[in-house]
């Protein structure tokens, strides 16, 4: 017999960005979007998410179920211990002891980061197969899901940020620009021409992978883009046919409800 339960808590911890989400059954209640501190604490981490749940007359007891996709293992430590200290119950963590329930086709399963096939999961379910995930995060990833719904693989670049950064901090004379479209490709000043190898190089760089991915896949695929940096470089994208900025949350949704809710 399956545990009723009210609200879910779900959380997706990256390396830069953790990214929270309160759902009633499917009615997503609130979201927020926090930096990711490592060394932060059960204690602490309980003090921050009792302050936004309240931004929505919200508090822990309101919530029977906690779900979590995390690629930083102190994170996730902190994250059971607040689960088990204000919560008193166990939560379900993707890769831990909740299984994806999506085949791998990877030579080594164990490599493809929880945050990936819960985007698989996701994408699969809500606009079929075959399909690509971009996730534009630390690293932008691309992944490939077949048409049946196996994670066949995918592509990791340098994010735009960390990208970016490396760029300002290693070249004396060029400092930092704001990562909008800039007036056309070929700059003027050095701070357009920095927007335009930034802003056109990533839509290139996206594009040209999800080009050589479909032609893998068989010519044609469902491309669904995601991740905190999306934005920046969406809009000089020909390729990405859907944005779902919190595909990740609504993949743990979708796991919590097939692979726990129902048994």
Known sequence: MTRRWEMLLAIDVGNTHTVIGAYREDELVGSWRISTDANKTGDELALYYQGFLGLKGLSFANFDAVIISSVVPSA?????????????????????NLDPGIPVLMDNPREVGPDRLVNAVA???????????????????????????????????????????????AAARLSRVELHRPPGVI????????QSGIIFGFAGQVDRLVEMMK?????????????????????????????????????????????????
Do not use: Q
Not at 76 to 96: C, D, N, Q
Not at 187 to 194: C, E, I, P, V, Y
């Open 76 to 96: 996730t430590m902190a994250l059971e211990e607040m689960s088990h200290k204000y919560w008193r119950f166990e939560p379900y963590i993707v890769g831990h």
């Open 123 to 169: 994408a699969h379910r809500l606009f079929g197969g075959p399909c690509i995930v971009v996730d534009f995060g630390t690293a932008t990833t691309f992944d490939a899901v077949s048409a049946s719904g196996e994670y066949l693989g995918g592509a990791i670049a340098p994010g735009i940020e960390i990208s970016s950064r490396a760029l300002f901090s």
């Open 187 to 194: 700059g003027k000043n050095t701070a357009w021409g920095l």
């Open 215 to 263: 032609e893998e896949l068989g010519g044609e695929a469902e491309v669904v883009a995601t991740g905190g940096l999306a934005e920046v470089v969406l809009p000089e994208c020909r390729t990405i046919g859907h944005h779902d900025p919190l595909l990740t949350l609504t993949g743990l949704r979708i796991l919590y409800k097939e692979r726990v809710k129902r048994g």
